[in-house]
């Protein structure tokens, strides 16, 4: 494997016959094989690359396939009616078959002799990179050798340049050329090694490794908003419990969510790590299980901690349950926007999860009823079950609400009306027993 800077010249590649390896077409969706035929029609190169020849390799079902051709992006316009150019960081064609999207990317270079707007980096960091080359250099330009594997349409073999193959066999996360100088070009990843070793159950490389604990700084000039793409596909994913560990293990969690973390750090007998553990946890089995899921939960499992703790602060010095809720929820996400952008679609939602949760705790007369028609009620009480779960608040009160909702108007009524009325429950430290239907 070239050990060497990403950007030198390229060894010459393993190149394994169709005879020999798994892939086969009937593997890869339809329009993909239409923009591969289309460009080597055009008589263009064109090759399957990155996550979907990796996942075919492993017998897995690929979520999308990429395609890297010598056709410059304003060339596959032209070729496709249906092509969109997105990007100014990384030029890319979009081909559009209804809602599938076929990415197409040109052959990136090593920069050297294009113009300087061509390729741009700022304190080492690629904030353009539109210069363009040949395979053997864009196999070493991306970032981990598991995903510079190539299937060629050509004669249908795969081509290796960065022995990926043998990373692939032996589980193992690598990138490609000096790790320290590759995070620097683009810190995001980090998170995309994380989130490759829980997706794939790899291990990461020691020298790939290694940095994850010391560079986790890097993260701060990314832009808040692919941040928030990013750690979608990290939490959303079937493994947001593991990524959850594996972040806090490099550090990285507390570059990305601070004020989480110097909650963590106050630990109490379990909690609050049982609620994130458990909320994340719910999210993975919500997945298993084809359930839907939202960001307005999941960030409001995430956050919920330093909320909590400001919210009861603000309790102590006399402020009113639901002022000190809209204080400390402002509070948190004002000082969590800047590293994260969260959209307006899911803060909001997330914020009314929140201050839901003391209205929960009114149970008597019609508030009750009033409260079980509210849109976001059914996210709030899955909440409530997991803060019950972790100990963090007393399982009778889930458990009301539980059978509040199951039971008839007469049964209902006699709830509500000898029902323990309104009040702050106690909170109870051990966590009750695992309940399944959580929205995650």
């Excluded at 960030?299 to 002022?323: D, H």
Aim: charged share 30%; net charge neutral.
């Amino acid at each position: 494997m070239q050990e060497s800077d990403p950007h030198s010249e390229a060894t010459t590649p393993v190149i394994v016959p169709r005879p020999e390896h798994t892939i086969s077409r009937a593997n890869i969706s339809e329009n993909a094989l239409k923009v591969l035929y289309r460009l080597r029609q055009e008589r263009f190169n064109a090759h399957l690359v990155g996550g979907g020849v990796r996942d075919l390799l492993l017998g897995r079902e690929p979520k999308d396939f990429d395609v890297a051709t010598d056709a410059t992006p304003e060339q596959v316009r032209q070729v496709f009616r249906n092509c969109r150019l997105i990007g100014r960081r990384f030029r890319l064609a979009h081909v559009h078959f209804g809602r599938d999207i076929i990415e197409v990317a040109t052959f990136r270079g090593s920069g050297a002799d294009q113009d300087v707007e061509d390729r741009r980096l700022e304190s080492g960091m690629i904030v353009r990179d539109n210069s363009y080359g040949s395979i053997a250099e864009d196999a070493l330009r991306r970032d981990f050798t598991i995903n510079a594997l190539y299937y060629d349409i050509a004669d249908f073999s795969l081509i290796d340049y960065a022995d990926g193959l043998t990373d692939l066999r032996d589980g193992q996360i690598r990138l490609i050329g000096d790790p320290q100088q590759r995070y620097r070009e683009d810190p995001v990843r980090m998170l995309r090694a994380v989130r490759f070793a829980c997706k794939l159950g790899f291990n990461i490389d020691l020298a790939t490794e290694q940095p994850l604990f010391e560079l986790g700084h890097l993260l701060e000039d990314v832009p808040a908003a692919r941040l928030f793409d990013e750690l979608i596909k990290l939490f959303q994913s079937g493994y947001a419990l593991q990524a959850f560990e594996k972040l806090r293990h490099y550090g990285l969690f507390a570059q990305l969510f601070p004020a989480t973390e110097t909650s963590l750090a106050r630990e109490d007998q379990g909690f609050p790590i049982t609620f994130v553990s458990r909320g994340l946890a719910n999210t993975d089995q919500r997945i298993r299980e084809s359930k839907p899921i939202t960001p307005a939960f999941l960030f409001a499992i995430l956050l919920w901690e330093p909320v909590r703790q400001r919210c009861a602060q603000l309790e102590s010095e006399g402020v009113s349950v639901n002022e000190a809720m809209m204080i400390a929820s402002a509070e948190v996400c004002a000082a969590q926007q800047p590293l994260i952008t969260l959209p307006k679609r899911f803060a909001l939602p997330m914020r009314e999860i929140w201050a839901l949760q003391a209205r929960l705790e009114q149970r008597d007369g019609k508030r009750p009823y009033r409260l079980s028609t509210h849109p976001r009620f059914r996210a709030a009480y899955d909440f409530l079950l997991l803060r019950a779960e972790a100990g963090e608040t007393d399982p009778e009160l889930a458990d009301w609400w539980t059978r509040f909702q199951a039971t008839n108007s007469e049964g209902r009524a006699t709830m509500t009306s000898s029902g323990k009325p309104g009040g702050r429950s106690r909170r109870r430290r051990k966590p009750a027993k695992s309940t399944s239907d959580i929205k995650g």
